[in-house]
């Protein structure tokens, strides 16, 4: 008995639609052990990596020698989550026999997937620190296809200065498919270079094509079951063709139009309401602002950033109603602000991306009404493009700004929320960014990404209970993330048990060994320990893994301080500042290292730079005022105390300081007194110094000297990095 080819490949296409991964696998390989063709071998190594088995999609195309870009690119990308970096690259451009390919190869071979496989060689370039090459394929890759966000990210974590206004245009569309689809296996294949179908090739309309043909037949069955079958199910989701037939997507449409009305109501992102119930009366609702705007920025634009798509779309209200009825309001609906039914533009212009194939002119320019609609997109994509790349430069206050500036519906998302909360971390300005990460757990409990910065940021505040139940939360919620064992690893930090919390730090390495930040963490904790060495090799491997982490250059410098290999460690934080030239923490430490240098000027001139950046720093001030006291220069000195006084007035090293100044210039009385307040906000008495100042207090001025009193100056400053505010060294975790 011979199988049916073609209804096969419908049902397990239909199966994966609906994650039914088991009945997907299991058709396909029935339907590779019958047919043995190109299409099913695609089709059963789509359904193993779609269900979490990449090795066996792996080994399974290994074994056989199709060369179809479609099969390849599965290939390589199976190489890629397998880690066998150099393979998958081979695969792609070929061996070191052959000649390799160039990316106008690529662009030729893959068609309409070419930016998909640029971006993804773009990758492996970056893990085998080629990252020149892997920015070349990236910034090819989003010429392709500006729609693409992953190399725009990928290309600003490299520190290169991409240009969002140029990145996310339409321009490059006119020759090239917005959204590219892997080519067809079939000898003709889908049309590409035009918007329209771009836009609607997607696994969505074929979920609906697909659901549309069940219900004809299971009981509405038309005279010809077989067209049916061609008409509609058998469009993959990946080329957007039709297997074994070459029927245009456009007709298909229009002949499924005729046999099918299409439903009333359209979810969000263009697909059927029944599939996408985003609400229990299946209409989009846009989430309104529960918070107010942080302070010191610009206010968030009220219209919206698709305008140019909703007027284009009255415009074109005739087509559409003809294509898609309108939804009956309900009473909610009639009850929305003026404010609520503006924000409907974005469905309106998503909606028009997704035109009906019977409007498609496959030789035609792109519709006006498309152009609009995809302008507005775009439009959207430059903004938070421009936001995250000063966000990676490190401009934080204006990736603030431009940030918040976003519309409502954006700005009160978990994404955008999370990295004003990282701008904010990054000025170490801890209450705003636990503002905003928190407002991020209340709208987005599922997130994990960015809550190893807010587990940080509540390990600043000192937040012992919502640390730890924010660890209990995402451990609970996934064990397989990194992020989770970083949570968990400060919690148990904050509670000074270092063993524990390194131990969940080598969790979230193991669990993935990528994750630069773990590696930092861990070296931190070594370094809480004493453990130099090991701290040393773990912020290595932070810097292995990427380049760009500042946090681990800061805390190899630190490490070399501590160390007293004050040239090393001046290197290490001018490696660290190259990156993060906005840091006032890192300016602090330089000037640290050239006052241990003996270029006491250089250090002034640095530590004034640093108060520059953040005047209300109270570590570069403490430094600054050290080394005013270390060059005889006391009134400066104590000038600088009492404003460092009025920002930590419980800082016992302050005090102590004070004294000593106050003993240079002969007023025993005062510096006696500061060294008492000193000694009461610190009984300790800061490693007994405190205490042997105050017993040298009626010793003659010389005799103090022979007992070594330049020194003590020198080990003040070790003790500030000890303890005056002991979280500042760990500000550019």
Partial sequence: ??????????????????????????????????????????????????????????????????????????????????????????????????????????????????????????????????????AECFRKSLSLNPFLWSPFQNLCLLGDKADADQVFRLSSLQH?????????????????????????????????????????????????????????SLITPESGSLLGNPVSLATAGSLLAKQNKPKSGRSLLGGPNSLSPLTPSGSPQVLSPSMSAPPNVQPRRSSRLFTSASSTAKENSKKLKMKFPPKIPNR??????????????????????????????????????????????????????????????????????????????????????????????????????????????RMESYRVEGMEIYSTTLWHLQKEVALSALSKDLTDMDKNCPEAWCVAGN???????????IKFFQRAIQVDPSFAYAYTLLGHEFVMTEELERGLACFRNAIRVSNRHYNAWYGLGMIYFKQEKFNLAEIHFRKALGINPQSSVLLCHIGVVQHALKKSDAALETLNKAIGIDPTNPLCKFHRASILFANDKYKAALQELEELKQIVPKESLVYFLIGKVYKKLGQTHLALMNFSWAMDLDPKGANNQIKDAIDKRYLPEDEAAAEGDDSKDSSVMTDADDSLLHTAESDVL
């Fill in 176 to 232: 090239s498919s917005v959204a590219p689809s892997p080519p067809s296996m079939s000898s003709a294949q889908i049309p590409s270079n035009r918007l329209d179908t771009a836009f609607m090739e997607t696994p969505q309309h074929t979920l609906e094509l697909n659901r549309l043909n069940l219900e004809s037949s299971n009981g509405k069955q038309t005279s010809d079951l077989t067209l049916s079958y061609i008409d509609s």
């Fill in 491 to 501: 919690c148990f930090s904050l509670q000074r048990e270092h063993d524990i919390a």
């Fill in 1 to 134: 008995m011979t199988v049916l080819q073609e209804p096969v490949q419908a049902a397990v296409w239909q199966a994966l639609n609906h994650y039914a991964y088991l009945d997907a696998v299991f058709l396909a390989e029935r339907l590779y052990a019958e047919v043995r063709s190109e299409e099913a071998l695609y089709l059963l190594a789509t359904c193993y990596y779609r269900s979490g088995k990449a090795y066996k999609a792996y080994r399974l195309l290994k074994a056989h020698s199709s060369s179809t870009p479609q099969v390849r690119f599965l290939l390589a990308k199976c190489c890629v989550e397998l880690s066998k970096l150099a393979e998958g690259e081979q695969v792609l451009i070929g061996g070191v026999l052959n000649k390799q390919k160039s990316q106008d190869d690529l662009v030729n071979e893959f068609g309409d997937s070419a930016s998909f496989t640029l971006s993804l060689l773009g990758h492996i370039y970056c893990k085998t620190d080629r990252a020149a090459k892997g």
């Fill in 332 to 441: 909610k609906t009639k009850c929305k602000s003026s404010k609520t039914s503006n924000s409907t533009n974005l469905n309106e212009s998503l909606d028009i991306l997704r035109l009906d194939p019977a409007l498609s002119l496959p030789d035609a320019k792109v519709p006006q009404h498309q152009r609009a609609a995809a302008d507005g997109v775009l439009a959207l994509l430059r903004e938070l493009g421009r936001g995250y790349q000063a966000l990676c430069s490190y401009n934080c206050r204006e990736a603030v700004a431009i940030l918040s500036a976003l519309p409502p519906q954006h700005y009160n998302t978990g994404w955008v929320l999370t990295h004003i909360g990282r701008a904010y971390f990054e000025l170490a300005e801890y209450t705003q960014a636990e503002r905003l990460f928190s407002e991020v757990r």
